[in-house]
């Protein structure tokens, strides 16, 4: 029994039952999913620590092609992300004949996406040349990417098959591989920056090789085991193999490219504010990516657990069981609740602790101190924004929450902390807070609109759902 197969909570069970059974499926769900969230992030922990011990060069170097590669990566893993759901719909309404069309045309999407990320990160010589490097860093940018644009293909495949896997509820099935992909990169970063096993010290374009070669074992040992495993036997890619079809393409591409913009959006805007905070020095620099860093960290959880709703309630609104799907869209907020208050609990309490952690200089320990006591006051409305859009993806309802996302970060958020930070419109000049209140409002907008549009949307009834083009169901070859 896969993850999402869990029985169906029964009407006349008492709601406190039918609730701790659904966030009992979440933890299912979900744990694995942070596991391969934590195991991502330990990949970038990995190429910068060790980067920064080749040279200060090749840490600039690998800080800015990683800062170029994200976003670009986040789009298109949004964009695939529209897999889930569909594939998770499919499975719960038990047309399993959907599924291997579906999976196929994801992966020419991310074909497709191959193609355009490995173009643009292979020519950034314009793009460098604005932000004035001087030609040794920048010579090891472009070599970077270069190195790491061979590990494209397999970087979006596995965002492709994680669509299938993650769809039929084997959240374990990419939290394997991710650790596989983290442990692979490791020594590989070693031998490659350093120049081990009679290997020539590539310093950060090293970085790049080891992580192509490192997702390029991930997706071929994931390609092997899908096909061997017997869990999957029923969905096989080469005997389900279909040509591609634009009419099931936009069908994915119209879930997905919203979600896919709503990311970039979202760390674009985190981008800017880095940009816009550079002027005040070093030490507020310093300050503002330590308390970003554990916020980000602190994020993968409710991340972690938005993930898995959205396979639930695509699940169960699949298997027609409706009233279930608006119980645990709607009764997951008071646990996404219950996590961002020990949260922003944890953050004021040891704040202090967490400065001196990251950093011995006393004027940084003071800026992050103070900088996390704002990031504890966004953190109900983060966990909350991220739990309803989340609860939304899950009901493919993704371009109204890509507009809610866009006002509140671009409309609300950003003109606001700008203000607060570098005028006295609104009250004396702020420094970096000014920008931790921008995202504090940013984010405030975002729950209410979003948490708005979860309580008053509609989904579609099965009989709209089967509206979608047929080709997307048809011609797999399965029995």
């Given amino acids: 029994m896969d993850e999402t197969h869990q029985p169906l909570p029964e009407a006349r069970q008492p709601l406190i039952q039918r609730t701790l059974a659904e966030w009992k499926t979440l933890a299912i769900l979900g744990g694995p999913i942070l596991i391969a969230q934590v195991a991502q992030m330990a990949n970038g922990v990995i190429d910068t620590v060790m980067a920064g011990h080749a040279s200060a060069e090749d840490l600039a170097a690998v800080g800015i092609g990683s800062s170029l590669w994200m976003p670009l990566f986040l789009f298109f893993m949004g964009m695939l992300g529209a897999l889930q759901p569909i594939i998770s719909g499919y499975n719960g309404a038990r047309t399993t004949h959907k599924i291997m069309p579906a999976t196929w045309q994801g992966i020419y999407i991310a074909a497709g996406g191959t193609v355009v990320m490995a173009l643009l990160l292979t020519n950034v010589h314009p793009v460098l040349a604005l932000l004035r490097l001087d030609p040794h860093t ?234 996390l006591t704002f990031a504890a006051m966004f953190q109900i409305a983060d966990v909350i924004q991220v739990t309803c859009i989340s609860a939304l993806r899950g009901y493919k309802d993704t371009r109204i929450p890509m507009f809610i996302m866009l006002f509140s970060f671009w409309g609300v958020g950003l003109p606001l902390g700008y203000v607060l930070t570098f005028t006295d419109w609104v009250w004396p000049a702020l420094g970096a807070a000014g920008f931790w209140v921008g995202l504090t409002a940013g984010l405030t907008s975002a729950s209410l609109l979003l948490g708005w549009r979860l309580f008053h949307y509609q989904p579609p009834t099965p009989a709209d759902e089967d509206t979608q083009p047929a080709a997307v169901g048809t011609g797999s070859g399965m029995g």
């Avoid at 298997?319 to 869209?329: C, M």
Wanted: net charge positive; hydrophobic share 55%.
């Fill in 138 to 371: 920048a010579g090891i940018t472009q070599g970077y990417l270069d190195a790491f644009a061979w590990g494209i293909p397999a970087l979006l495949l596995i965002n492709a098959l994680r669509g299938l896997t993650d769809g039929l509820g084997h959240t374990r099935v990419i939290m394997a591989f991710s650790v596989l992909s983290t442990l692979i990169n490791l020594p590989l970063n070693y031998i490659f920056i350093y120049g081990k096993l009679g290997l020539p010290a590539m310093g950060g374009v090293g970085c790049g090789w080891a992580t192509s070669i490192s997702n390029g074992v991930a997706a071929i040992a994931m390609l092997i085991y899908l096909n061997r495993s017997e869990t999957f036997r029923q969905f096989h890619l080469v005997a389900d193999w279909v040509k591609p079809d634009w009419a099931g393409i936009q069908y994915i591409l119209r879930i997905g490219v919203p979600i896919g913009f709503t990311i970039f959006v979202e760390a674009s805007m985190f981008a800017v504010i880095a940009l816009f905070l550079a002027p005040l020095g070093p030490v507020v620099v310093a300050g503002h990516q330590i308390a970003l860093n554990v916020t980000s960290l602190l994020f993968m959880l409710p991340l972690s657990l938005g993930m898995a709703l959205t396979l639930r309630v695509s699940f169960l609104t699949g298997a027609n069981a409706r009233d279930s799907a608006r119980l645990i869209s709607r009764s997951s907020l008071i646990l996404a609740s219950a996590i961002a208050l020990l949260f922003a609990t944890l953050l004021f309490v040891f704040s202090g602790a967490i400065a001196s952690l990251y950093s011995g200089d006393a004027e940084v320990q003071a800026v992050t101190i103070r900088l």
